[in-house]
């Protein structure tokens, strides 16, 4: 009972220090008054706890106001605020062809983003770990941060990944992501990097910043080369067992579908065909190089027949798959993500209509604002998550 006791006052102290950070991640400047009113802590335990955090670097006390002029009677109020300079995180997408790093702060702003391409999908482990960090470093360097300053790093990848960050490698593409970096990372810049799969991840992102704010009940379905989904049900991410909750190998079995192939893959499959027959065109202007997903949506909004034609068959192909998802898991909302989310906008009111053919609990469906950054702002809110639930345990570089 001593022993409980003894430790009482510490607890207590941490927890009124997670109450005020989680007040100030969700407020601008505030005065200890108002940290008393959102807390309930007394104005004592207050100012100590503030100051405590102000000394340890994660918050900062402003000017009074009464240096900006005017006469107020009584003592000035204290006001603070996040130190979001007080560290930083990295969120990661790191694909088959490429590898985006973005730095943010810890109120969620992107600072700075570098992209680097791998040279070639079957390269050594590590060769990808160098550009991962090689990319990462380029990042940091465009906001003139250390790599000591970095709190928490975040990775999407194109593979499964279960609760405790492994990659299930049962296939030679999934494979080709299983490189340690979380363990490479940690031994090369001392840091810790969480993993997750890329389409969680874009869950993660347009439920913060996009089409699925505020919704616990979403899919989000990256589309563009090939189909992958990320799955929140009342409001918790879904792994399953392994962290093949979201997988779409399934589609190989649903009629009208039949593979996993994305908007972008099939319009640039759909137009080669075309093009390769003697039908009239626009689409002939790029047959040499071939036509891609965004000449298809061009051609299109132009009125050429071909492509509205591709652009139907796409329609058809996402109610399908958009049905298939549905009749199992029945969200509210379904959103449509990735690079190909800037064009897919015109297919919503087609798949709308067709939907109600593919399962008896439409949803809404919506694109993601987020285009091909949907992963990385995903990866951040991953990272910032870690922060906030271990702040008490981090330590900064350079406190206050």
């Known amino acids: 009972m001593s022993e409980m006791t003894s430790a009482t006052p510490q607890l207590l102290r941490r927890v009124s220090a997670g109450a005020v950070l989680d007040f100030m991640r969700a407020s601008q400047a505030v005065t200890v008054t108002e940290v008393m009113h959102a807390t309930g ?20 006390e402003l000017e009074n106001q009464r240096a900006f002029g005017g006469y107020q009677k009584g003592r000035p109020a204290r006001r603070f605020e996040l130190n979001e300079r007080a560290g930083y995180v990295l969120g990661m997408d790191v694909g088959i062809s490429k590898t985006t790093v973005v730095v943010s702060d810890l109120r969620g702003k992107a600072l700075g983003r570098s992209s680097q391409p791998f040279a070639g999908a079957e390269i050594a482990a590590e060769e990808r770990l160098s550009v991962v960090d090689r990319t990462a470093m380029m990042a940091l360097d465009s906001v003139g941060a250390s790599p000591d300053s970095v709190l928490a790093v975040c990775a999407g990848i194109a593979a499964p990944v279960d609760r405790n960050g492994e990659v299930l490698a049962t296939q030679h593409f999934w494979g080709l992501f299983d490189v340690g970096l979380k363990t490479a990372l940690r031994e090369r810049r001392g840091w810790t990097v969480l993993l997750e799969n890329d389409a969680n991840l874009a869950a993660l992102g347009d439920r913060w910043r996009g089409a699925a704010a505020g919704v616990d009940d979403v899919v989000v379905i990256l589309a563009s080369e090939r189909f992958g989904s990320g799955v929140i049900d009342g409001g918790r991410l879904v792994h399953g067992s ?3 909750a979201g997988e779409l190998a399934f589609l190989d079995m649903v009629e009208g579908v039949g593979d996993t192939f994305g908007i972008a893959t099939l319009a640039r499959t759909w137009a080669a065909e075309a093009l390769a027959g003697r039908a009239k065109t626009s689409l002939r ?14 051609a299109a909004a132009a009125g050429d027949a071909v492509a509205l034609k591709i652009l139907d068959r796409l329609a058809d192909r996402m109610a399908r798959v958009i049905g298939a998802v549905a009749s199992m898991l029945n969200p509210e909302l379904v959103v449509i993500g990735g690079a190909v989310a800037n064009s897919a906008g015109v297919l919503l009111e087609s798949i709308h209509e067709r939907l109600k053919e593919f399962t008896a609990t439409p949803p809404r469906v919506a694109v993601s604002p987020l285009g091909d950054s949907i ?11 870690y922060v906030e639930a271990n702040t008490l345990d981090l330590e900064l570089s350079v406190p206050a």
């Open 242 to 244: 392994r962290g093949g």
């Open 285 to 298: 202007e790029h047959a040499r190089d071939g036509a891609e997903a965004e000449h298809v949506f061009a």
């Open 41 to 60: 802590l007394t104005r004592a335990t207050a100012i100590s706890v503030c100051e405590d955090l102000m000394e340890r670097g994660w918050i900062r």
């Open 375 to 385: 992963v990385t702002v995903g990866a951040v809110r991953c990272a910032l998550d």
